[in-house]
């Protein structure tokens, strides 16, 4: 999340200043992410909300909930990585050893920044991400001044080794599912080491794999409009693949296969299926954001790119304010989903006014700030 401060997208040789395009992603990731959490929250994981009667609107947001379910956090966590490579660019190419010193430090003072906010942020909101966000930027911080090569070579590590981990170790030990809850993770330091590395919501393995990639795509001239082109195409290809053999999967393999397991979609268990058809969708819509924006620098943001800037405080306030302001209602759980939706819609166009309104008058939200003081 450290890509919500002003030097964290700043293309060091491409540009002047910010991709409007990054910000503008990065607010649809934040809204996405919104959406989700309150479709699951207020409405129910295992859809224990009290729905209306059938009709095609109830019909049509159980669909789009369905299509959107894992997505938004996969193109944060690649956006994440896109920052600390765009961020650390000159001092990759610099010839002395001070200047990527100083950045590896700076980064590892923001993962710390972000694991210790999101340790405490559990207590009160257990799908945290800020915690694995530190995780995340503690290992790219490790790999500034590593190849393309050996970046890539580390998606794969993180997306093999996970399915590794899935082979040995029990994948399901420790959750609840009717509650989408994990009652052991504060009964010992076993239960929560293997909820961070192997099955928590966005463990170490296998999401350092999108963390990488993005970082591997902030080294690209992510500006020139044939490289959005074919990184949007690409997507494409990769996303209809990726469903298709999940379709075929469903059809044709027992629920419980390895190979249905292995193509599913599903964000439990993170498999193959999930990781290449959110990459893929990661890479569609950045590819799209920057062929529409030609290369734009955002000075002034709008509401979706000044949301992009200020996602740190979005992402804490839509649980602190959004749904604490639900939950005095009595309306924060059990409640139809054409309500989730609604609340979310509300939360979401609260975010925009917020962001559009405060970055008039101030050039970093408010937690963008603090992280900004304390860790550099």
């Not at 010992?188 to 463990?203: E, R, S, T, V």
């Not at 001239?221 to 494409?236: H, N, Q, T, Y």
């Not at 000044?306 to 309306?331: K, N, W």
Request: aromatic share 14%; net charge neutral; with cysteine.
């Amino acid at each position: 999340m450290d890509s919500d401060t002003d030097d964290v997208t700043n293309v060091q040789k491409q540009t002047g200043g910010r991709i409007a395009a990054l910000d503008r992603a990065r607010g649809i990731a934040i809204l996405g992410m919104i959406l989700e959490n309150y479709v699951t929250v207020i409405y129910g994981w295992s859809h224990d909300g009290v729905d209306r009667a059938a009709g095609f609107l109830n019909d049509s947001l159980h669909f789009t909930s369905r299509l959107l379910e894992g997505r938004s956090a996969p193109l944060f966590v690649v956006l994440a990585g896109m920052g600390v490579s765009l961020m650390t660019s000159r001092a990759r190419e610099s010839d002395g050893d001070a200047s990527p010193s100083r950045m590896r430090n700076m980064v590892f003072k923001r993962a710390l920044f972000l694991f210790s906010v999101g340790m405490a942020f559990m207590l009160l909101w257990p799908p945290d991400i800020l915690h694995y966000f530190g995780c995340y930027f503690a290992i790219g911080a490790l790999l500034i001044s590593a190849s393309d090569g050996k970046l890539l070579g580390g998606v794969a590590f993180f997306v093999l080794g996970f399915v590794a981990l899935f082979l040995v170790f029990d994948y399901y030990q420790g959750w609840d599912w009717e509650t989408l809850t994990y009652p052991a993770l504060w009964t010992g330091a076993l239960p929560m080491i293997k909820n961070l590395f192997f099955n928590g919501y966005h463990p170490i393995f296998p999401w350092t794999a999108f963390f990488l990639f993005g970082m591997w795509l902030g080294r690209r001239r992510i500006s020139d409009p044939p490289f959005a082109r074919k990184l949007a195409v690409v997507g494409l290809i990769v996303l209809g693949v990726a469903e298709m053999l999940s379709c075929l999967s469903i059809r044709h393999a027992a629920p419980d296969s390895l190979v249905a397991m292995l193509f599913s979609t599903e964000f439990f268990p993170p498999l193959a299926g999930y990781l290449f058809s959110t990459g893929a969708s990661a890479s569609l819509i950045l590819g799209l954001f920057l062929l529409a924006d030609g290369g734009e620098h955002s000075r002034r943001p709008g509401p979706l790119a000044a949301t992009g800037q200020l996602s740190l405080t979005i992402f804490l306030a839509h649980v602190v304010v959004g749904m604490g302001v639900l939950e005095m209602m009595g309306r924060l759980e059990y409640q139809t989903i054409e309500f989730a939706y609604v609340s979310a819609a509300i939360c979401c166009a609260a975010s925009l006014v917020f962001a559009f309104v405060w970055r008039r008058v101030f050039s970093r939200g408010p937690f963008e700030a603090l992280m900004r003081k304390v860790a550099g």
